[in-house]
């Protein structure tokens, strides 16, 4: 079946300008993450959805960067007056949640490629 | 807070041959799982093998094991015939049982198989 894509695979954006970045989870995954990977560097976590309610954004490097997952599936991180230490591999994945299994494997997308001039 | 330590930015092995990769954590939770994450060059990330902290047992999957050496906080990964195929990025990842069960990355190891 289809994995987790993501949209746009690479994004250009000038400092100061707002991106938003889409993911598509696997259907009928519950659990759904967002991931900063700076270029060199191991994927550090920015949120943690289930289903539409975002229960751990404790990653979110400061008040520009915002995520939503409305109805519970497609999730949208928001990125207001881009900087250039925001340039990063965004990655997003998500994970079904089987009651009753130990542990729920995260599946990653492909990342958006973002760059700040 | 915990922290994942891949020591090796770089290493190289001979087609066929064997190569292990190190990583060291450290954690308070008592109960968590491991991981190792293979990234090629320009490919999603895949997991390639995962250990449970409650099991003394190493995890094995086919040409990929682990050396789990709880006090220590050591979890090395060993790819034995090494093939073509294997280069790519290795990431150690730690995640905390329960919760959300978010990933704790190292900072990578960069694998090249040699033809």
């Known amino acids: 079946g289809a994995g987790v894509s993501q949209s746009p695979r690479y994004k250009v954006a000038k400092r100061g300008q707002d991106v938003a970045l889409r993911c598509d989870p696997i259907?009928?995954?519950?659990?759904l993450f967002w991931y900063q990977q700076a270029l060199g560097q191991g994927p550090e976590f920015l949120t943690y959805?289930?289903?539409?309610?975002?229960?751990?954004k404790s990653g979110l490097p400061s008040d520009r960067f915002f995520a939503e997952r409305p109805e519970g599936s497609v999730s949208t991180l928001k990125i207001q007056r881009t900087q250039q230490e925001d340039s990063a591999v965004y990655l997003c994945?998500?994970?079904?949640?089987?009651?009753?299994?130990?542990?729920?494997?995260?599946?990653f997308g492909p990342g958006t490629r973002l760059t700040v001039t | 807070a915990q922290t994942v330590t891949q020591s090796q930015p770089e290493m190289s092995v001979q087609e066929a041959e064997t190569v292990t990769l190190s990583c060291t954590y450290d954690t308070s939770e008592s109960n968590y799982y491991l991981f190792w994450y293979k990234q090629p060059p320009s490919r999603q990330m895949i997991l390639v093998i995962r250990q449970e902290a409650y099991k003394q047992q190493n995890a094995t999957e086919n040409r990929f094991s682990v050396n789990f050496q709880k006090a220590a906080k050591s979890f090395s990964l060993k790819i034995s015939d090494s093939q073509l195929g294997d280069t790519a990025m290795y990431f150690c990842a730690f995640a905390p049982r329960g919760g959300s069960e978010k990933l704790v990355f190292g900072k990578g190891t960069k694998l090249t198989v040699n033809p």
């Open positions: 959805f289930q289903n539409e309610a975002q229960l751990d």
């Open positions: 994945a998500s994970s079904l949640d089987l009651p009753n299994r130990d542990y729920h494997e995260q599946y």
């Open positions: 259907s009928g995954h519950v659990s």
